[in-house]
């Protein structure tokens, strides 16, 4: 068992996907930098400085006008967090949007670099059946 397990960590896939998970958190840090920091005072500039993330509806509970949403549900209010809804649609849409452009990107470079191996591989293949069969037909013509 402990033989199948090794062969099974130390297969190409496992590792690349140990890699893809690590990349994967550390890229969750930029992507959340890149929203906080740079796209949230964006929207909040031409939506006229809402800031979604603490705008909800209170639902049970008393919380005063202007209250945090982090300070309500300290309070034990039950609050209905809309607007951390839309920032997570807000940060899946951007996530969404990067890796399909780093997916496009790689499929570009893949296919730039599968391009001339596949010209070479035509070439090296040899005659092809029309030039065999033109073959035959001379030599048979002949004799």
């Known amino acids: 068992m402990l033989s199948e397990f090794k062969d ?26 890149l929203v906080g920091d740079l796209i949230n005072p964006i929207i909040g500039l031409v939506s006229g400085g809402v800031d979604f993330t603490n705008k909800y509806i209170t639902l049970a509970g008393e919380v005063a006008a202007g209250t945090s949403l982090e300070a309500a549900r300290e309070a ?29 990107y790689v499929n570009k470079v893949k296919a730039a670099a599968e391009g001339p191996a ?8 040899g005659p092809s059946e029309l030039d065999v069969l033109l073959e035959i037909r001379d030599s048979l013509a002949k004799g």
Not at 21 to 30: H, K, L, Q, R, S
Not at 118 to 125: K, N, S
């Open 8 to 33: 099974f960590i130390a297969k190409g896939n496992v590792m690349d996907m140990a890699v893809g998970i690590i990349i994967g958190a550390a890229f969750t840090a930029i992507v959340t930098s």
């Open 76 to 104: 034990g209010a039950n609050v209905f967090a809309w607007g951390a809804f839309v920032m997570a649609v807000i940060n899946f849409l951007i996530i969404a949007w990067v890796v399909f452009m780093l997916v496009r």
């Open 118 to 125: 596949e010209e070479a591989v035509e070439e090296e293949a």
